[in-house]
């Protein structure tokens, strides 16, 4: 049985995969194969498996890790994108509370200062000095008749 095993093993193992769509002969002992080949031991057979399978296992646990650090940048832009963008909406909140405190402080100043008196003292200059030639061109227009 363990003859079987290791020349079932040993044809699996050792073929291409071209090969491998081939039939498999099965040998019996004192009988000569119908083909060149190599025979292995349960020991030869189990180390080459156990090296395809640590190859294997080698190859996925290395594409899994590939796959794991490329989701840890991705995760990390991801989570620095959003940080930034929470940035950018706080500055702006904080942009439009300045902007309207700014606004409520200049209505106030706007709201509790009286009118400004100077516009009315020049109008009333002018129609103090207006009324006072034209109260002089009327004496003199009469003093001349």
Known sequence: MAKKLSLLLGILL????A????????????KTAPFDGVLLSVEAAAKILNQKEAGEAECNLRVEYELKLQEEKFSLQLSFKDIELASAKDKYESMMILKATELQRLE???????????????????????ATSLGIFAASVQVAK
């Open 14 to 17: 050792s073929l291409p995969a």
């Open 19 to 30: 090969a491998l769509a081939q039939d498999i002969v099965h040998i019996k002992a004192g």
């Open 108 to 130: 106030k100043l706007v709201i509790q200062q009286k009118p400004d008196k100077g516009p009315f003292m020049v109008a009333l200059g002018f129609g103090i000095g207006s």
